[in-house]
């Protein structure tokens, strides 16, 4: 096993905790060395490994099996010393700053998870608290700027995409930032870092010294898509299930550049919302995009939506192919519509309340062997609720892939089992053939070992 | 009943719940309309009633008794709609934008008060929870500012004052403001209001564009002494000792103006807490200061110091007679001394963790008949104690004299019997006697009528 | 003669000269130590000398017989060393802040009003020049402001006015703060003072922290009017009449306050402009106020205007008596009126190229015995000569009354002999007695002794 | 010839030039007609024209042959129209807001440097009046930030260099971005890009909002390089030897990377510089890095210094083969030492005021080919004539490479001669021979037609 360049330090609050009374500061001391602490640990050492190309999460957990962290309680607030940190956080000693406030979100994050599902208010199993919980929860992340025009772009895609797919997610994005959009993406590499790259460069050619890079993840991907330092603004959610209702809250509209698994359940998480008869009436920008030679993958897609959920899914989205300014132009327009409606509607700029999210999006799915094998993927099921459960099958491929959790899982028992109708299984099984074929699984360089099976 | 010019408007958030989720709008619009709407009621109308010369609380409600406040649901947010509310606030139809900001910051107040009152973990008759109950409240009303040096001045004194008196406050805070002193007072007219206007002109000769003019109020007082307009940090805290915690916990020291029963209570509050064993290395610069003409008052409340708390009592204060520069400079000196001991001992510059206050002194007292009968002004109590129930007959001196619940209390069953020791209570009496010949109970023009009787 | 606390300093430079070349620095020194030394030397004193109450130029500059400034050059650009400066100026040993900006203000424009009387391009006896001059030292003073709304409003009126006058011209003041609108004035103690504290206060009531409050005043009566420290822009114009031409142009609208002579001038010479043919269009919102006392003041004023420049002349103004709300307000709608105006004339909103300023009012007058008995006041000059000449009579006894020149002058010479028509002379004689009877000739306290002799 | 899309657009001024005179707005609109309307013209459109891949200026301008400005007059300021601008400078047809406050930056140092220069005060032959005008030219540009730490590193290398050497550009500025360091360049693609996209991105990972990324160009060269849109801060020297001068005064340390013969000019000014006695002392931190396949290169102008200028020479530089961190720490740490002495010696930040640089140095050269062959390249002269003398041979290369003026000398009259003793010629052959090999005399794809002879 390979070993890197290591660092001990200690690092006060920045950005997040500054202000915190004794009983919290105890608190947070308590929380982090008794349950959260292997939670905490994780994050944060996915935080400090910004350097790495590696997407196992296991890999990167294995490579600093040293890495400590200790909380030290003061009057004047909270301090954590770390042992073994990766080096790559640090510039002569110090650590770059985006990092520190990042692992101080981390903290917050964990804590706050924690804290807010101990209050009985909350029943977490109903759909409006789950809501109002992702609310709160972005509030406490200072994710809420009132007064805002609408202009948060959400960018979804693969983490492993070639060369000349990332280099155009770099050119949307400096597409979207020349318009003064700002990006929303779940961290990581590829498509997550690309167009926040290309915003930072033309928000600085457009003088724009306020440029948001928001980044969404939550603890089971943080280790394999850690967030990149660009990230001026991030938040660990729960769960996949929140992290989703997140983005489209959040987001003003979406585009999705060529990805993998992971891509697809994003793709059919936000059709599925789309779908739903409350939401006919709001604009929703949604924009699938990718250069040349990604077409054959765009139009794979769109013909598994055909073939599953149908016309009308299909009108939910524009396929652009190699035209980033036509891409970063149709979401421009797009946030006309968005201030429009919501100002004629009164609804807040900054979180979008009325879209209809069914509880079946919102519940937690764990993507157990029992779980997934139970799947119903059946062709006479409502449209709806088959794209919530064409959702959750991406989801345990997505993480018997790349999270630690699901690799163990696989490790232990086997590819998952996966039933469903003919109609339905075979274009299934015929795209997530063709994404091993693009090694759009996993990062290139390591082999791929499908995690499940296809079962009609 | 004289009626004045009201005008109707509707307000958005400003300064504070400009970002609230569904269920918390919701429930500010049940609170702000079932139990808690009297009491906003009378914060706002106080808030509103800036240009009132009245300390008669009574008299100030019942100037409007058309005030009504409606809450207003909005997916966007919250909306007050005031009817007949006092002209004064307005420009040309406008709300003062200070007013409008310290509206919603009594709505904020009022119902988080309500809401952490109700939270299980915490025991309002346990001393360390009731500080993190004020650190909490302070935190949530943005009043702590990590990183900042020590500089808030605490200023007590009457708000019933000559015109000579409210002049020297004026300078005092002019010389504070000329040292980078920000100023933190109880609201209200006269030693209240003198010291941030001073402060906010000679802030202006310094070019500080940030000061500090923080008010503390409690609903209790606040009809009596609405915040003047200068206050750009308001806390209305749920009652006295909570925010005389609140004063000496984020003030970095103090001045106390010539004033009446009110200051000396803050005098005794103050005192009390400084002899106490576990605070006596803590420094904590404390000066009493007034015009030539107010040394006869300095000289007396000095000997009732004496006579009732003893030499070492006088050993934690300074008296400086018509010296506004000395005051300031000595205050200006005394920051230094905090801010080396707080660092030397790893403790906050934002709120005072390391003071001890005894729980006689954070437990609220209920000024009933009853309960002022009952207190024990015994030469042979310790010293703390002593002070303790000075402090609180003169808190209830104070309700009988200028509070609604003290006023109808009094209305009802006559003044309050205080009994005590002789040698206690002849000080006790002539320092009483000389208030009300020096016009220090009540706003000159209005005949005052004792609320209190002491019994040998 | 009495001696004061003086103080030895050395300060670098702040707001202006921050960044000077080497040439610069020796021009400056050289500049400073020779021709230009008295008259940096005089500025600085009256900026110094904040806290003096006396308005007479040469009791000032008596006081500090040994005040001297060395400049000091060095490689990092300039250093002025004081020596025995008023200690007035100081607090705890540091200079106030405003102080030490304005200090450097004047060493600033007084070396440009040099360097640029020498330049060849510039001929100062047309009138097209002298605007282009006004302009660009207003623009090296930093004082416009491209793309901000019209509202800085020209406060103008007696530095020696009664206590409730004082009190008025703060309620004015506040108004006008509490409309967001900026106070310009002459600096000085008085009506020139008063606004600009009330508009501090009311700024910080309604949040502003970027509120103007700009002083131009001219080297001749700085040392009796000196800035007080409020003034966050300061201007030393070379000579009265580019003065009054700043004052004009960079202004949007005046509020002329109970005054004495130099008031009058000021009346005269913006009834002189506005009365030109050229500029009937432009709209120039003025308004005559002040406390209830002060009717007969403009009973006066207003008479004499119909006597001498008739009745169109008092359609140019609106008096105002004892409503400093509707004066604000009327000020505040004017502002509108100009906005508009400049929107649609295409001019720009930071200086008013358009109003037409006749060569009569913008060359200098020098106010000497001659030039004095040189002026001709018939009454069937046109009325804008009249105007002109009477601004001038106006200016000739303010200097003989304040300014070191004209005492001199009249010391030696005995006083200025004043020629014209009885139907000019003898209200104009009217005014002047009664303007000596209410003491508006001098501060109070000072015997007046007149340095004028109306000739018939 | 190809066409490319073009907009007719109108601008107000951005950043420069907002507030102005009428009589300079006329001589702006004369001065842009008349004499200094074809370079006006001709800087505009490389302002424009970012997105072009060419380095010859002669094609550029003839792309957009119909490329026009008209300088319209208003009273509010200055506006300018253009006609047939190329469309990239455009998003939605809104100019980028960096293009436009460079194209004011155009107007403004165009004219600026022609009043400056009609100046009777300054003496352009004499070398303290050039080293003035140079401080008050960058002045004008608002580069002048007193106060600020010296941080403003210089990178200079060629335009025209490989993928490879680019990326290492880009990580240079990384890694300068981390250490809180600001990038200066001479504008243009290739290695004066790179370091400023690289800062870009490490600046918004240390959060530093106020990054500098300064150009200093000249009329003749910036057509075939122009300011890449980062570029926050623009000023356009009126010729060479100032802008190599405002590039020694105003940074405070230089990164060199690999280049061509524009490379070699400005390592044999700065060297000449450094090796004045009178500058032996003074700090100033010079590295030379690239990637490993450049080490050839480094090798190759380290022996042609040893050769030409000796041993002394090359202890003035360091270089650091592939390695951007060490490069980094180097310059770095050679900041504080620039700041230490700066204090010691009491120079200011902001203006290398010390550095005796040579008239020889200052005075411009004009490349004609009479100039070019009367170069006096003797093994004899004092190596400091003899490094001037260098510097101006390569000087003329460039020109003869990419500039219009010598181009079109050299399609009229034939190569430059430059005569010289053997062994200085011999490795200048040698270089030069090297540099054409290794394409780094043009951008790829266009064929080199050496511009020069060498005769010994």
Chains 1, 2, 3, 4 share one sequence.
Not at 25 to 48: D, F, M, S
Not at 282 to 306: D, K, M, N, W
Request: aromatic residues 8%; charged residues 25%.
């Amino acid at each position: 096993m390979q070993r890197f360049k290591t660092i001990d330090t200690s690092i006060t609050a920045l950005g997040s905790l500054e202000v915190l009374s004794q009983v919290e500061v105890t608190q947070l001391k308590e929380a982090g060395e008794n349950g959260l602490y292997e939670l905490l640990r994780r994050c944060v050492l996915a935080i400090l490994n910004t350097g790495s190309h590696s997407d196992n999460a296991k890999t990167i957990l294995e490579a600093y099996p040293d890495f400590r962290i200790d909380i030290i309680q003061q009057d004047r607030g909270i301090r954590l010393k770390l042992f073994n940190a990766p080096g790559d956080a640090f510039v002569d000693g110090q650590m770059i700053r985006s990092t520190r406030e990042m692992v101080f979100t981390a903290l917050r994050d964990i804590v706050y998870a924690q804290s807010e599902s101990e209050k009985p208010r909350i029943d977490l199993n109903n759909g409006p608290d789950i809501t109002d919980y992702v609310f709160h929860f972005l509030r406490n992340a200072k994710m809420m700027c009132p007064g805002e025009d609408p202009r948060i772009v959400v960018c979804w895609g693969g983490h492993s995409i070639g060369e000349s797919e990332y280099k155009y997610t770099k050119d949307v994005g400096h597409e979207l930032g020349l318009r003064g959009l700002d990006i929303c993406t779940g961290c990581g590499p590829g498509a997550m870092k690309g167009p926040m790259k290309g915003a930072t460069i033309s928000h600085a050619k457009q003088r724009i010294r306020s440029g948001r890079y928001i980044g969404l993840t939550e603890p089971g991907i943080i280790a394999a898509e850690p967030p990149n330092p660009i990230v001026n603004e991030l938040a660990i959610l729960p769960d996949i299930e929140k992290r989703l209702e997140a983005f489209v809250r959040l987001g003003h509209g979406i585009v999705i550049f060529p990805g993998g698994v992971g891509t697809a359940e994003e793709l059919l998480y936000v059709l599925g919302i789309l779908l739903h008869p409350m939401n006919k009436d709001i604009p929703f920008p949604l924009v699938l995009t990718g250069p040349q030679e990604s077409e054959p993958y765009f139009r794979q897609l769109h013909e598994f939506i055909a073939k599953t959920l149908g016309f009308e899914a299909q009108q939910k989205y524009k396929i652009i192919i190699d035209d980033s300014e036509l891409a970063a132009r149709e979401l421009s327009e797009g946030m006309e519509h968005v201030k429009e409606y919501r100002k004629k509607t009164n609804d807040a700029f900054h979180f979008n309340w009325q879209l209809t999210i069914d509880e079946d999006y919102q519940r937690p799915f764990q993507p157990t062997h029992e779980n997934m094998a139970k799947l119903r993927l059946h062709k006479d099921a409502p449209v709806h609720e088959l794209a919530a459960n064409l959702r959750r099958a991406f989801s345990g491929i997505v993480s018997g892939n790349v999270k630690e959790a699901g690799i163990c899982a696989i490790e232990e028992h086997g590819p998952f089992e996966i039933h469903g109708d003919k109609e339905i299984m075979d274009p299934f099984d015929e795209l997530l053939t063709a994404f091993v074929q693009q090694h759009r699984m996993k990062l290139p360089g390591s082999d791929y070992e499908p995690c499940y099976r296809v079962v009609t």
